[in-house]
């Protein structure tokens, strides 16, 4: 389960990290077998600027669930730094702390410059994660501290290139979007990883009235008319809006996996076969505490969590 820190419309933005925190609980206690939050800086929607932080509160929160980043976006940060994250993070919740890696630049030319970081060209970001992975794994220049006594897996969000260099290095991929419409770009992974290949697939999936799904989407509908990524609002079908608004919002409830329990089932099935997913990484939110905790519950029965 991958949990952005969604903020809500009329409420402080701790809220989301709270319940973020709490949700963890609770997915540990429904037998999910990961908990990821990610990592995104100066957007009105979203509270989680800083995962290693979260990370900390839910492994102290926790005691099984496996804690990890969907993930640290590399060109924020210097390798060194992202390195002693983990392995402080490791040290204190041993055995349980994964490391999801992209590359995305922030949301806005703003918190870009404020990041000092304007992304990163292909060579770029593979030596950073090349030096990345010498620091966790013993091989670089220094000695992180303390050194982990726990390999801590490293998962690459990838789409397009990434994908390819996933396949390279042989790390575990995190795919979604147009690329699971692909299967010349999966074969490709899988041919270039080999026996190392691992297909983690992730898909906004909600258990329940599809008008669930509506928040997200008008948020995404808002943020392409505005720029700024907003807060949940309660689901309106008869909203007036643009027809290019509209639009975002059809395009963004046909990707989104909704509905009664039968329904999820056999849209989750069709994505498994089309993908020959490993892995299924599923985020999701609505304005309803709920329903959200409902859907969360009934995903897990649903795909046997813990078995």
Known sequence: ?????????????????????????????????????????????IASGSPPVLMAAIGAATSQIRVGSGGIMLPNHRPLVVAEQVALLEALHPGRVDLG???????????????????????????ALDELRSFLDGSGPVTVR???????????LATGAG???????????????????????LEDYRARAGDAAHLVVSADVLVGDP?????????????????????????DPARATTRRELDTVARALARTVVGDEDT???????????????????????????AQDASDAALARLLGAGR
């Open 1 to 45: 389960m991958l949990d952005r820190s969604r903020t809500r419309a009329g409420e402080p933005d701790a809220a989301a990290v709270r319940d973020t925190v709490a949700r963890a609980v609770r997915a540990e206690a429904l037998g999910y077998h990961r908990f990821w939050v990610a990592e995104h800086h100066a957007v009105p929607g």
């Open 101 to 127: 890696i992209g590359r995305s630049p922030g949301f806005t030319g703003p918190v870009r410059r404020a990041l000092r970081a304007e992304g990163a060209d292909d060579d770029s970001f593979r030596a």
């Open 146 to 156: 303390p050194r982990p006594e726990h390999a801590v897996p490293l998962f690459l």
């Open 163 to 185: 994908l390819r260099l996933a396949g390279d290095l042989g790390l575990p991929a995190v795919v979604g979007g147009p690329v699971l419409d692909d299967p010349a770009a």
């Open 211 to 235: 008008d669930l799904a509506l928040p997200e989407a008008w948020a995404l509908a808002a943020a392409r008319s505005t720029g700024e990524f907003p807060p949940l609002e309660p689901p």
């Open 264 to 290: 999820v089932a056999e849209r989750l099935d069709d994505l498994a076969a089309r993908t020959g997913a490993d892995e299924l990484l599923v985020f999701s939110s609505t304005h309803d505490r709920d």
